[in-house]
C-alpha cells in the first residue's frame, strides 16, 4: 500500500490553463505539506496544513491554493499557469510531535510541465 | 547566500569506498539534522536524524553534526551501486511539523561497480 500517493504522476498543459493535484495520506498523519522542486533539484517548502489548518505559508504567489478537505488530503490548485511553474512537485506528510522526529514521509511527486 | 548549502554534484566513486557528503548552514537557530536520500523520479526518503552536535550510527550510514562550525556530515562506508542517489540535507529549528525543513540542493553520488 502506497504511504503518501499523489494524482497524477505526470501533468502537461498549456500556459495560463487551471490545474489540480491531489495527495492522500494512509499513515494517519496530522500534518501535510507541499513542496516545489525545481530543474536543480532544490527542494524548497511551498505550504503545511496541520489538521486541516493553515500553519506554513511560503511566499508562494496567490495563483497557487491548497484545500484540505480532512487530514489525509491535501490539494493543490494552481490558476493561470506559467512557463516558470513547471517543477516536480512533492506532497509530504508527518505526525506532530512536540520532541523527537517529526519524520516527513514524502510521496512519489507529480512532475508538471508548463508549455 | 541560501541558509543551507550543499555541493550538488556528482560525486563519483567506486564501489566499496567511503562516501562523504557534507553542508554547512548559517542560522544557528537549527537543531535538528537530517539526511534524505532521493532516487531518480523519486520522492525523497529519511536516512539519518540528529539532534544537536554530535554522531549517529546506523548501519553503514554515520551522521555528524559541528554546530559551533554549522557543519554537518553524512558517511556511508562500503558504498554500493545502490547507494547511486541524490543526496539532500535537511534542517530545523523546531522538533515538531510546525518548524519548516529547509533543505540543501543536494548531492548527486554515482557509485561505480
Not at chain 1, 47 to 65: D, M, Q, W
Not at chain 2, 38 to 50: A, D, F, I, N, V
Request: aromatic letters at 12%; charged letters at 20%; proline letters at 5%.
Amino acid at each position: 500500500d502506497t504511504a503518501v500517493s499523489q494524482t497524477p504522476k505526470y501533468l502537461v498543459t498549456q500556459m495560463g490553463n487551471d490545474k489540480s493535484i491531489k495527495c492522500e495520506q494512509n499513515l494517519g498523519h496530522d500534518t501535510m505539506y507541499w513542496y516545489k522542486q525545481d530543474s536543480k533539484k532544490f527542494l524548497k517548502i511551498m505550504f503545511s496544513y496541520n489538521n486541516k489548518e493553515l500553519i506554513i505559508n511560503e511566499t508562494v504567489p496567490n495563483r497557487f491554493s491548497p484545500k484540505s478537505p480532512d487530514k489525509a488530503h491535501l490539494n493543490l490548485h494552481i490558476n493561470s499557469l506559467e512557463l516558470g511553474d513547471s517543477a516536480v512537485y512533492f506532497c509530504a506528510s508527518s505526525l506532530r510531535e512536540r520532541e523527537g522526529n517529526n519524520e516527513q514521509f514524502f510521496g512519489p511527486g507529480t512532475r508538471l510541465t508548463v508549455l | 547566500q541560501k541558509e543551507v548549502e550543499q555541493d550538488p554534484g556528482p560525486l563519483s566513486v567506486p564501489e566499496g569506498a567511503i562516501v562523504s557528503l557534507n553542508c554547512t548552514y548559517s542560522n544557528s537557530a537549527f537543531q535538528y539534522f537530517m539526511w534524505y536520500r532521493q532516487y531518480s523520479r523519486k520522492g525523497p526518503e529519511l536516512l539519518m536524524y540528529t539532534y544537536s552536535s554530535g554522531n549517529k550510527e546506523d548501519g553503514r550510514f554515520t551522521a555528524q553534526v559541528d554546530k559551533s562550525s554549522k557543519y554537518i556530515s553524512l558517511f556511508i562506508r562500503d558504498s554500493q551501486p545502490s547507494d547511486s542517489a541524490t543526496y539532500l540535507c535537511a534542517m530545523s529549528a523546531r522538533p515538531d511539523s510546525w518548524g519548516k525543513l529547509q533543505f540543501g540542493a543536494g548531492t548527486q553520488v554515482v557509485v561505480t561497480p
